[in-house]
């Protein structure tokens, strides 16, 4: 391996699938859709686990004692992250992504009608 290599420079170059790369822009959507996982995997885990049967605080149904409370409002404020935060946290990364896309495009191109030589005039 050469003293360029990947491994060698120390910089994630994005080789792996779902890697970060030095981009702040990539590194914030990887953030924004790896938040919308774990917060779809929380939500699933709270539902599997049965914390729904204990939302029956809404109605007034349920008892005052303070477990059966704190599940109830855990898988709320799951169901509500998941419902309202996790499809914006997907929306924008989508639109951060187009915006990366075109933004990329746009500089190969200026780069590419950019002269070689800027300080020489013609």
Excluded: C
Aim: hydrophobic letters at 50%; a positive charge.
């Amino acid at each position: 391996m050469g003293p360029d290599t990947p491994q060698m420079t120390g910089k994630n170059t994005g080789g792996a699938a779902g890697a970060p790369t030095d981009d702040p822009l990539e590194r914030v959507i990887h953030a924004f859709l790896k938040r919308a996982v774990w917060w779809s995997a929380a939500f699933v885990v709270a539902s599997l686990a049965g914390l729904r049967a204990y939302t029956s605080l809404l109605s007034g149904t349920a008892s005052v004692e303070v477990v059966p409370v704190v599940f109830g409002v855990t898988y709320l404020l799951l169901y509500a992250g998941l419902v309202f935060l996790v499809p914006v946290l997907v929306i924008a990364a989508g639109l951060l992504k187009g915006v990366a896309w075109v933004g990329g495009s746009r500089m190969q191109t200026v780069a590419s009608e950019t002269p070689t030589q800027p300080g020489k005039k013609e």
